[in-house]
């Protein structure tokens, strides 16, 4: 099992940046990709982005490319999500996500999720 706790979310104006971070717990997390997901209001749970488990490898929805950086600090077991930037478009609940072995874009294939945190832009 592993067990992921979001925090950072809050309220930024449009134009600022936020860093989301994802303390994990459990088994040993370096051996896992991880995803960052988001869900607006009324809106379906999309994908943001995802990190390998070295960090070597990433990759970004278009909506965030150029904006956002997926990050992971194996020794501290916590995944990272610098959002600069932030446009009126990008408020949701964003949601921390785990899968033993390659990167993935598909929330199906995670197996462990977070609570998620909200974040909010004020225009």
């Known amino acids: 099992q592993v067990q992921l706790v979001e925090s950072g979310g809050g309220l930024v104006q449009a134009g600022g940046s936020l860093r989301l971070s994802c303390a994990a717990s459990g088994r040993t997390f370096s051996s896992y990709a991880a995803g960052w997901f988001r869900r607006a209001p009324g809106k379906e749970r999309e994908f943001v982005a995802t990190v390998s488990w070295s960090g070597g490898g990433t990759y970004y929805a278009d909506s965030v490319k150029g904006r956002f950086t997926i990050s992971r600090d194996n020794a501290k077991n916590t995944v990272y999500l610098q959002m600069n930037s932030l446009k009126p478009e990008d408020p949701a609940v964003y949601y921390c996500?785990?899968?033993?072995?390659?990167?993935?874009?598909?929330?199906?294939?995670?197996?462990?999720w977070g609570q998620g945190t909200q974040v909010t832009v004020s225009s």
């Open positions: 996500a785990a899968r033993f072995g390659k990167t993935s874009w598909h929330q199906v294939e995670y197996d462990y």
